[in-house]
């Protein structure tokens, strides 16, 4: 199948996992066209935490957002996470509301979707896999690793046949805790490449446990066509493997040699190597290598939560009792995969469990849910004990979440009003809906800052690498360069408070 492709997550996973979900627009633009030049295989840019932090914390349109990459990436396809029937979101959205996502993320530039389900139930996908054949987007299929009793090479293998049967177009094994381990790499490789010799097969690893270099050149070996990667200033910890040494390491093997340049990826990560100095504030205290993951399994992003949980409590001394129960917990819920949203359920519910000092005495609605079925089938079933102590004599579901859904565009149109200027306002909306009409709200109000703001906007927008001869980086006119007219500028990076 040719040389190996990279996937660039700087702009989405990378600072998702590093810095909060935090970077702002301004601050990819400078350099998208450069990132265009390098050849990736597609640059992830938009979906998992983004949308929402974009309107909850940034004031920014993530539609805005998606568009402004959109045209600088002539080449490049675009790529964002889909989470099945929970979208951009954290619950189950009715189908009408997924089928018109999905239209409108392809007509603003969105190539290709990679679509999971936290408890890895097809079901959930089904109608994510048809709104994106239907707009014309590649359907990317994710198996979500996570092991347990129940996670063999076989269950895997189970999930991505009933993927490519739903019309998958390539398949990606998504690794968000770290805890791939090389031997499985290649096992599980192997196995999905005999099955099915013809797919584009693409591995998501993070570098939490230190596993995953390691895993992706076993992966590679195995028949891995594409492995997902960060420029090296947003590399390593909870994010993905650097850019530069996964590219350097393959280019001593011919037959996997990416073909990409060092020199221009150089240029790259000497750009956000400044640009993350803006975020420090956001940094993640769990830096370098956790090697207790491969234990726990609980993600970056997860454990942030738990301590945060903990500390509020002032009993941050009982993360490694909520660490021993969250493991408990997981295997009485049926070993989810902890992604949002059951790594949320699953580490809250632990948190209660051991702060109240009795297990399940105080339940979370989500929990509840989970238990029920609301959020799709668990790869093992849940004990009849532990149902009934948190469900009673309820009974759980045991069709598609989705089906017991009524259609919400309609609805939505007519609670937000013309505070909606647009078919995208609607579906932020119906995602966020504080978020969304605070926004709004404050959009319509003029929102903005000083102008000496915009003026170091265009400055950073009119970046570029240095030449021979050439030390500046920025021109005398920044607005000028970059070919934004100021009032664009006004409008379109009107939104700086949070960074002030």
Known sequence: MGKIGITETSIRDGHQSLLATRMRTEDMIPVLELMDEIGYHSIECWGGATFDTCLRFLNEDP???????RKRLKKTRTQMLLRGQNVVGYRHYADDVLYEFCARAVENGMDIFRIFDALNDTRNLETAFKAVKKAGGHVQGAICYTTSPVHTVDHFAKIAKEMVEMGADSLCIKDMAGILSPAMAKALVERLRKDHPNILIQMHCHDTSGFSEMAYLMGVQAGANVIDCALSPLAGGT???????????????????????????GQLADYFREIRKRYWKFESNLKGVDAGVIRHQVPGGMMSNLVSQLREQGQEHRLHEVLEENARVRADL?????????SQIVGTQAVLNVLTGKRYGTVTRETRNLVKGLY???????APEIQQLILGDEQPIDHRPADDLEPELEKAKAEIGDLAQSPEDVLSYVMFPGPAREFFEWRRQGGGPERELVAAVAAAMAWR???????????????????VAPGSLWRQFGRLRQMR
């Not at 539609?63 to 990459?69: C, M, P």
């Not at 799709?376 to 849940?382: L, Q, V």
């Open 465 to 483: 690498p240095p030449t021979p001869g050439r030390t500046r980086a920025y021109p005398e006119n920044g607005a000028a360069a970059a070919g």
């Open 63 to 69: 539609w805005e957002r998606l568009r402004e990459i």
């Open 239 to 265: 994010s993905q493997p650097a850019t530069e040494t996964l590219v350097a390491a393959l280019a001593e093997f011919p037959e996997y040699d990416t073909g990409l340049d060092l020199e221009k990826l």
């Open 376 to 382: 799709g089938r668990p790869a093992a079933p849940i």
């Open 334 to 342: 049926g070993y989810p995969p902890l992604v949002t949203p059951s």
